[in-house]
């Protein structure tokens, strides 16, 4: 069977544009992939000219490279005439007709990825009813971001292990904690994805790194204990040393939520401490 492609930046970038255009009502909306020293102009929907097409916009220049500097939010009501940024891009953007422009940036583990921008070419300011549909393009844009990557970083480990596999070897200490690592992301992506098939595609990858942190484990392996998704989301976080209010804050719940599942899991299990749940669930092959 034939493996599909990993969606590139550039589509789901087109992807958040159209969404952010239909959502704002806005006659202009452009963005770009973040580089190292600023970011370019690849995507539009709306220009009437071909001013901006290809636009490098560096950082600290223009409102695109305060927003990356600062990598919050930036408004102007009247570009043109603004004060509070250089004016290095001023043929392109006005060439557009543009009067009010907004930049939202959208940034991932701490790194900048990519710049939406919305203009209007009325004398009207673009007000809040727009800058929301931005920052929510820009939040939905910045959650496929992160499934994206950690999609390839699960594709890449599992062609790592495929590559040396001839026998079930465990892996060395350093990689089968990266592997642990990506597993719990993958389920916090996973439960945050509103897309049902990437969401199928994100557990295809989980149940793929089980198999390759417990090789010895077949398709005919014997019962095993019933954990919900839930349950194995917290106690994935665990085996990596969590603390409860930290697995709260990544899981958006509660830290009595937490516990609650995690009373659940020992019960399940058996077992009356996290560690040893954690052993079992990895004896198990419910865990990395």
Do not use: C
Request: without cysteine; aromatic residues 4%.
């Amino acid at each position: 069977m034939q493996r599909r492609s990993v969606v590139s930046e550039y589509e789901l970038l087109e992807q958040a544009l159209e969404e952010f255009q239909r959502r704002s009502g806005l006659s202009l909306v452009f963005g770009g992939i973040a580089s190292e020293d600023g970011v370019q102009v690849t995507a539009l929907r709306g220009q009437l000219t071909g001013t901006m097409a290809g636009l490098h916009v560096r950082t600290e220049r223009g409102l695109g490279g305060r927003v990356i500097a600062e990598r919050r939010p930036q408004l102007t009501t009247h570009y043109g005439k603004s004060r509070s940024i250089t004016h290095d891009y001023d043929r392109a953007v006005l060439g557009e007709g543009v009067r009010s422009l907004l930049a939202v940036p959208v940034e991932v583990d701490g790194a900048m990825r990519a710049v939406l921008y919305g203009g209007q070419r009325a004398d009207a300011p673009v007000g809040d009813v727009s800058i929301v549909p931005a920052e929510r393009a820009a939040a939905e844009l910045r959650r496929k971001f992160a499934a994206r990557d950690a999609v390839r970083r699960a594709r890449e480990q599992a062609e790592l292990a495929r590559a040396a596999e001839t026998k079930p070897i465990p892996l060395p200490t350093a990689q089968l904690e990266q592997l642990r690592e990506s597993y719990a992301e993958l389920r916090a992506i996973s439960a945050d994805v509103s897309d049902a098939q990437l969401r199928r595609r994100l557990e295809a990858l989980e149940h793929q790194l089980l198999g390759i942190a417990h090789p010895e484990f077949g398709a005919d392996a014997a019962e095993r204990p019933t954990l919900s998704p839930r349950e194995l989301d917290v106690l994935g976080y665990v085996a990596l040393g969590w603390r409860n209010a930290s697995i709260a804050e990544a899981l958006g719940l509660t830290q009595s939520t937490v516990k609650s599942y995690l009373g659940s899991v020992m019960q399940k299990l058996g077992q009356p401490s996290r560690s040893a749940a954690v052993t079992t669930a990895r004896r198990a092959g419910l865990l990395p």
